[in-house]
């Protein structure tokens, strides 16, 4: 009797167990850093003090109320022209190029570079290319696209060694027509590294749209960068960098502005950084090591957010 007894206590515990665990509310974890989708978007060639404030630049100045800034941002100190600060970009030094010469004369070996670090993360990655057919690896420059604006064509472990029929790189080098699709069917990349052409990133106005290249990039902006920003991808924990690739006649400072919804709102600072503050900031979001380059000495760009990574 007295095991009958307390076998039916022990069912009766359970059974009021279960119910209490049945109630408990569930739990919504909120998405962390790791599930971030990052886009990087690069413009050409402006000093800030050519877009803060300019007429020709109304849709760009609408941001700044939308996110936070930095007014100190320069290109890494005497780092010109425009290729080695897009390879700088990827892996936090230039290895010694100092020309905009295609990746058949300035193709490099290391493996030390970001989508290879994002690669052995198991973080996608893809670059958005505006000018490409995406039926071979863009390896040389033709038209409006420009082969030193597409930093990830320089690393041979990309590329296969300079094949142009490569698989991996096809694959990753995307025309940026295709960005929309991606955008509407959420099948985006993790990171997500976007390259006007010469005339939509303010480089180039002759053959362009309008006379003024400010005016081309900033009207190209406003038509690429709303999809973007209504994307399931940027409204779960999403960030936009949009950033120069060098000063004009100097070393900036140039424009560097962070759309996110955990950007500090209508924010500036005057911290300085540089092309390596960027790349450690992607390391840290993505978490991956070790940080390159000069990117190991970089001030972060964490104190644009609330909350970072």
């Given at each position: 009797?007295?095991?009958?007894?307390?076998?039916?206590?022990?069912?009766?515990?359970?059974?009021?167990?279960?119910?209490?665990?049945?109630?408990?509310?569930?739990?919504?974890?909120?998405?962390?850093?790791?599930?971030?989708t990052?886009f990087?978007?690069?413009?050409?060639?402006?000093?800030?003090?050519?877009?803060?404030?300019?007429?020709?630049?109304?849709?760009?100045?609408?941001?700044?109320?939308?996110?936070?800034h930095?007014?100190?941002?320069?290109?890494?100190?005497?780092?010109?022209?425009?290729e080695?600060?897009?390879?700088w970009?990827?892996?936090?030094?230039?290895?010694?190029?100092?020309?905009?010469?295609?990746?058949?004369?300035n193709?490099?070996?290391?493996?030390?570079?970001?989508?290879?670090?994002?690669d052995?993360?198991g973080?996608?990655?893809?670059?958005?290319?505006?000018?490409?057919?995406?039926?071979?690896?863009?390896?040389?420059?033709?038209?409006?696209?420009?082969?030193?604006?597409?930093?990830?064509?320089?690393?041979?472990?990309?590329?296969?060694?300079?094949?142009?029929?490569?698989?991996?790189?096809?694959?990753?080098?995307?025309?940026?027509?295709?960005?929309?699709?991606?955008?509407?069917?959420?099948t985006?990349?993790?990171?997500?590294?976007?390259?006007?052409?010469?005339?939509?990133?303010?480089?180039?106005?002759?053959?362009?749209?309008?006379?003024?290249?400010?005016?081309?990039?900033?009207?190209w902006?406003?038509?690429?960068?709303?999809?973007?920003?209504?994307?399931?991808?940027?409204?779960?924990?999403?960030?936009?960098?949009?950033?120069?690739?060098?000063?004009?006649?100097?070393?900036?400072?140039?424009?560097?502005?962070?759309?996110?919804?955990?950007?500090?709102?209508?924010?500036?600072?005057?911290?300085p950084?540089?092309?390596?503050?960027l790349?450690?900031?992607?390391?840290?979001?993505?978490?991956?090591?070790?940080?390159?380059?000069?990117?190991?000495?970089?001030?972060?760009?964490?104190?644009?957010?609330?909350?970072?990574?």
């Amino acid at each position: 009797m007295k095991r009958f007894l307390l076998l039916i206590s022990c069912l009766w515990i359970a059974a009021a167990g279960s119910v209490t665990f049945a109630q408990t509310p569930e739990v919504t974890e909120t998405p962390t850093s790791s599930e971030r989708t990052v886009f990087v978007i690069l413009e050409e060639n402006h000093n800030w003090n050519q877009i803060k404030g300019s007429a020709h630049a109304p849709y760009i100045n609408s941001l700044l109320k939308q996110g936070a800034h930095a007014e100190q941002y320069y290109n890494p100190p005497g780092l010109h022209p425009s290729e080695p600060n897009y390879i700088w970009l990827e892996a936090g030094t230039n290895f010694g190029i100092h020309n905009d010469a295609d990746p058949a004369a300035n193709h490099q070996p290391s493996t030390e570079h970001l989508t290879t670090l994002l690669d052995a993360a198991g973080v996608s990655w893809k670059t958005y290319q505006e000018g490409i057919y995406g039926d071979v690896c863009p390896l040389a420059s033709y038209d409006h696209y420009a082969a030193k604006h597409n930093p990830m064509i320089f690393f041979d472990d990309v590329t296969g060694s300079n094949d142009k029929h490569s698989a991996y790189c096809i694959a990753h080098m995307r025309p940026y027509g295709e960005l929309s699709a991606d955008l509407t069917n959420n099948t985006l990349a993790r990171y997500n590294f976007i390259t006007p052409n010469l005339c939509d990133d303010m480089h180039d106005s002759s053959g362009c749209a309008t006379p003024n290249s400010v005016q081309n990039g900033d009207d190209w902006l406003k038509q690429a960068l709303p999809p973007i920003l209504a994307s399931d991808a940027y409204q779960n924990n999403g960030i936009v960098f949009i950033t120069w690739d060098e000063g004009e006649g100097g070393d900036g400072p140039i424009g560097l502005i962070a759309l996110s919804k955990d950007a500090k709102v209508g924010y500036a600072n005057n911290i300085p950084y540089t092309h390596s503050s960027l790349l450690r900031t992607l390391e840290e979001i993505f978490g991956v090591t070790p940080l390159l380059g000069d990117a190991a000495n970089a001030t972060d760009l964490s104190d644009l957010f609330t909350t970072f990574p």
